[in-house]
């Protein structure tokens, strides 16, 4: 049946409307000297302005569909894994001792109980039950809780529904959010009436919820394994972690865990082979502790060897640089190069010395730190072009860049090239010699230092800031004023303070896809005293390795990839990264990069990276992750003939269904209040069927159609006004 909506002024106008094309229509054909066919010309010209009026109404056919069948009651109830949680008091209607059991059970005996007879022995009614969020067979699978898809799916299937009633936790976490599907209900006349499961308060707990290990380390160096541990207890635990790999070797970190709130810690573990290593996480339950399936992870890392290229660029041999240059050249990771640029004996000569700077962008590209010592812009130095060469190979190649000031000041002018947004403090222009120190200051390691692997100059993590503090201090530091925006300060002055706090003589920032250290001292070679090398080589040689991380994940002849994040989970979106090179090793001008992607199901797609506007052949891409598991990367630059580089994203998925967390009735009670029910308690039962009893028959249901936004709608105007302006020419007129 048509059904129109005209708003007071549409009807007007259009009443007005059809009114003067009818008039319009009969002075035509008045007119008209062939009056046979301009009536039937006018005759169309007034349907179809009437056809366009009557858009203007909002017409919509309606359809009513009468039911055939018996009212349908559905009783939807929750199987997912949340509904485990013991922690539902049975109602003194089943169980008079109000004991403690699990969300399911409680939902079992609801259900089991004879109340609900009533509602099928009179026959009037239909009852459904059905559960929703049932664990998949394969667990590897995850899953979650959705209640809006169950009651969206039972109002299409079901024509004549009565009521619903949800027997559910109301803790989910994937899907639309339920509240949509009870504006649906709240349409349809179908009242939700919700059954909570569950207490509102989170069981004792202590959950890891994850363990954010690198992708890959070197083999016989230490990584850093980083993990944040939730606790629900009311008191702080002091507990022992414990992380085994494959073969049963373990490390152990004595931790306290805070009472109520995250606790992010790391743990050290050395790398003994190459290759792939699956390594578990754990901790022993707690007194008190209810849930302990979330107690542990396993996750994987990969070992594996290394040839990190160094230049290293001075102008006087000072101490600094005799033992940085010591200490890389018998790195057996490191292949060193140095470029002394001597005043007043020119560039120096001899084993790991070259005689100037690289003049090629593939001949300087192939570098993965470069240390710029007490060096400038200067005659017989650097020129303001190679400062923009180091620049674009630490932002585009993602190389490390590690400023080291000396008493020259040479590098105050460095601050007029493309390195000083590079620079991560700003300095003092009154003092360009720096600081002296009438006695040895130390470094204090701040909070983020005490974390980062750059400054592990201990077996252990327990050891570290004892070895700091014995450390011997230096007497010359640089004339720092701060640190800049988004810099990460590792160390400060131990004696000195300037107006904005301490003074960062340690300090670290991203630019672009590369890293930047400057180190405001030059007395780290003293740390030998006593220990000979075991600090001062540990520290450069964890430098070297924490700036080259990123840019060596997948290296190969013609294309160098990495990507972030390194443990994603499904659900994130991935950067890729690609450097690519010709065959002559210079970055590719033209040409594509592509990437094989090959998700853990089997699935493969191609994806072609975008190339950045520099000359520096970077190129970038991003692609989602849908499944947890291994995502194997297969890159190629076009035209390239050797082997493609491969490398494997293991996404590691995060459960999502957990038990132990708290109830969330609030939610089934909004679903309630917007579709017109209400809560009920699970000893409220009789209440229930009493109401369920009462309701009216359900409305029958009605199918509507918009005419005014249907394809057929436009398409009859169409031919209409095409068989009136054809009628038209064959009338003869023009």
């Known amino acids: 049946m048509l059904h129109l909506s005209p708003t007071p002024v549409t009807l007007v106008l259009g009443t007005i409307t059809l009114i003067v094309v009818a008039v319009l229509c009969v002075v035509s054909f008045r007119r008209s ?26 017409p919509e056919w309606r359809v009513t569909l009468n039911p055939d069948a018996k009212p349908a009651i559905a009783i939807l109830w929750d199987d997912s894994k949340s509904m485990t949680t013991v922690d539902a008091a049975l109602p003194p209607s089943l169980s008079p001792k109000g004991e403690i059991v699990s969300r399911a059970e409680l939902v079992g005996r609801t259900l089991a109980s004879d109340l609900w007879k009533p509602l099928a022995s009179d026959g009037r009614n239909e009852i459904i039950t059905l559960p929703f969020a049932s664990p998949p067979e394969d667990t590897s699978v995850l899953t979650g809780t959705d209640l809006e898809s169950p009651l969206s799916d039972l109002l299409e299937k079901q024509t004549n529904l009565r ?66 541990f939730r606790s629900s207890l009311d008191r702080p635990v002091r507990t022992l972690v414990r992380l085994r790999d494959d073969t049963g070797r373990e490390r152990t970190k004595d931790i306290v865990i805070a009472p109520n709130a995250e606790t992010y810690e790391s743990i050290l573990w ?43 660029i001075e102008t006087l041999p000072r101490w600094e640089f005799r033992f940085l240059r010591n200490a890389l050249s018998r790195d057996p990771g490191v292949e060193l190069s140095c470029l002394l640029l001597h005043p007043q004996f020119g560039p120096a000569a001899g084993l790991h010395y070259i005689d100037k700077f690289p003049e090629k962008v593939e001949d300087l590209a192939k570098f993965d730190v470069i240390f710029l010592g007490d060096v400038g812009v200067a005659a017989g130095q650097l020129t303001t072009e190679q400062c923009t060469l180091m620049r674009g190979l630490v932002e585009n190649q993602a190389s490390g860049i590690v400023f080291l000031p000396g008493p020259q000041g040479n590098q105050f002018t460095l601050l007029d090239t493309d390195l000083s947004d590079l620079m991560p403090v700003t300095l003092d222009d009154a003092a360009k010699q720096g600081v002296p120190e009438g006695i040895a200051s130390p470094l204090n390691l701040t909070t983020e230092g005490r974390a980062s692997l750059l400054t592990m100059l201990g077996n252990t993590e327990e050891e570290n800031p004892a070895i700091w503090r014995q450390l011997p201090g230096f007497f010359w530091h640089a004339p720092v004023i701060k640190a800049k925006g988004g810099t990460e300060v590792l160390a400060v002055h131990g004696n000195r303070r300037g107006k904005f706090g301490p003074i960062p003589l340690l300090v670290t920032k991203a630019a672009g896809s590369g890293k930047v250290l400057f180190m405001g001292i030059d007395s780290a070679w003293r740390w030998r005293r006593g220990v000979e090398d075991l600090y001062h080589y540990r520290f450069w040689g964890q430098v070297a390795r924490w700036m080259s991380y990123q ?95 491969e490398t494997v994203i293991l996404a590691q998925g995060t459960e999502i269904e957990k038990t132990g967390q708290p109830a969330r009735p609030e939610v089934l009670e909004e679903m309630a209040k917007v579709s017109r029910g209400r809560v009920i308690q699970p000893d409220q039962l009789p209440e229930l069927i009493k109401e369920i009893t009462a309701l009216p028959e359900p409305r029958p249901l009605e199918k509507r159609m918009p005419l005014l936004s249907h394809w057929a709608t436009l398409a009859a105007i169409v031919v209409l006004l095409g068989i009136f302006w054809t009628g038209r020419k064959f009338n003869g007129a023009f």
């Open 551 to 645: 840019r060596n994940m997948a290296a190969g002849q013609r294309v160098r990839m990495f990507f972030h994040p390194e443990r994603p989970e499904p659900g994130a979106t991935v950067t890729l990264n690609a450097n690519a090179f010709d065959p002559n090793g210079a970055p590719l001008k033209d040409g594509t990069v592509s990437i094989d992607i090959t998700a853990p199901d089997g699935r493969t797609e191609r994806t072609e990276l975008q190339k950045n506007d520099s000359a520096w052949g970077a190129f970038n891409g991003r692609f989602k992750i849908t499944l947890p598991g291994e995502w194997k990367l297969r890159a190629a630059a076009s035209g390239a003939e050797d082997k493609p580089v």
């Open 270 to 312: 050395r790398l003994e082979k190459e290759g792939s290593s699956t390594l578990e996480l754990s901790i022993p339950v707690a007194d008190g502790e209810l849930v302990p399936t979330n107690n542990s992870r396993k996750f994987t890392i990969s070992g594996k060897p290394e040839k990190i290229r160094v230049l290293v």
């Open 33 to 58: 000297p062939h009056p046979r066919r301009t009536f039937a010309l006018e005759s169309l010209r007034f349907v179809i302005a009437s056809i366009i009026v009557v858009l203007l109404w909002q």
């Open 163 to 228: 009521a619903v009633v949800m027997l559910s936790d109301g803790d989910y976490n994937v899907g639309q959010p339920p509240v949509a599907a009870a504006q649906k209900m709240r349409l349809r006349g179908v009242p939700l009436f919700s059954i909570p499961a569950g207490s509102q308060t989170r069981l004792p707990d202590l959950d890891l919820l994850a363990v954010t290990a690198p992708s890959y380390g070197i083999v016989g160096e230490n990584v850093q394994i980083p993990f944040t």
